[in-house]
T-cell receptor, first 114, second 109 residues
Framework: ETGVTQSPTHLIKTRGQQVTLRCSSQ?????VSWYQQALGQGPQFIFQ???????GRGNFPPRFSGLQFPNYSSELNVNALELDDSALYLC?????????????FGEGSRLTVL | RKEVEQDPGPFNVPEGATVAFNCTYS??????FFWYRQDCRKEPKLLMS???SGNEDGRFTAQLNRASQYISLLIRDSKLSDSATYLC??????????FGRGTSLIVHP
């Protein structure tokens, strides 16, 4: 049991719509990161939040945005959905300590865009 | 060139076999290295960190070669339950992780 929970687990949207995905971090973790995993690919880093500030971003357009709250939970928002946004979205929490690396993942939110 | 490259496989091996995966990375400033395991339609989970001196955890051995910029994972005495996708993960000083696409392992009876 990792302690990281994500919601919703599955959802279907249509092109142009907006979606919000939620993540509750493992207790004691101050960093949350989000990933997009397409079928047959590894997770692609979207962005990372440390103490409510974005401190790293991957190669994703601005319509992918996020928030981290004081309790370290987080949201991923995607605007103007495209068909290629269909993927598994994974949230991971961790402790940002030098030398530390373990990411604890939630089970993911599977998004289908029609 | 991709930042982290892995042979996607699949590697099809019989139970009891020894199998090895490699993963190459392009950023020589990378600081930490990991192998994650991902079962079908599940989330990735840490298998082991990879240390400069190499490290072993039961049937699993991980090694790092900084000069050639690759890490490896060796699995001895493969079990059916080892069937999964093995993801190589590399992190730089900013803690941002880069994943490879994963190597699929299928262990058959």
């Amino acid at each position: 049991e990792t302690g990281v929970t994500q919601s919703p687990t599955h959802l279907i949207k249509t092109r142009g719509q907006q979606v919000t995905l939620r993540c509750s971090s493992q207790s004691g973790h101050n960093t949350v990161s989000w990933y997009q995993q397409a079928l047959g690919q590894g997770p692609q880093f979207i962005f990372q939040y440390y103490r409510e500030e974005e401190n790293g971003r991957g190669n994703f357009p601005p319509r992918f945005s996020g928030l981290q709250f004081p309790n370290y939970s987080s949201e991923l928002n995607v605007n103007a959905l495209e068909l290629d946004d269909s993927a598994l979205y994974l949230c991971a929490s961790s402790l940002q300590v030098p030398g530390s690396g373990e990411l604890f993942f939630g089970e993911g939110s599977r998004l289908t865009v029609l | 060139r991709k930042e982290v490259e892995q042979d996607p496989g699949p590697f099809n091996v019989p139970e009891g076999a020894t199998v090895a995966f490699n993963c190459t990375y392009s950023n020589s400033a990378s600081q930490s290295f990991f192998w994650y395991r991902q079962d079908c339609r599940k989330e990735p989970k840490l298998l082991m960190s990879v240390y400069s001196s190499g490290n072993e955890d039961g049937r699993f051995t991980a090694q790092l070669n900084r000069a050639s910029q690759y890490i490896s994972l060796l699995i001895r005495d493969s079990k059916l339950s080892d069937s999964a996708t093995y993801l190589c993960v590399v992190r730089g000083g900013s803690y941002i992780p880069t994943f490879g696409r994963g190597t699929s392992l299928i262990v058959h009876p």
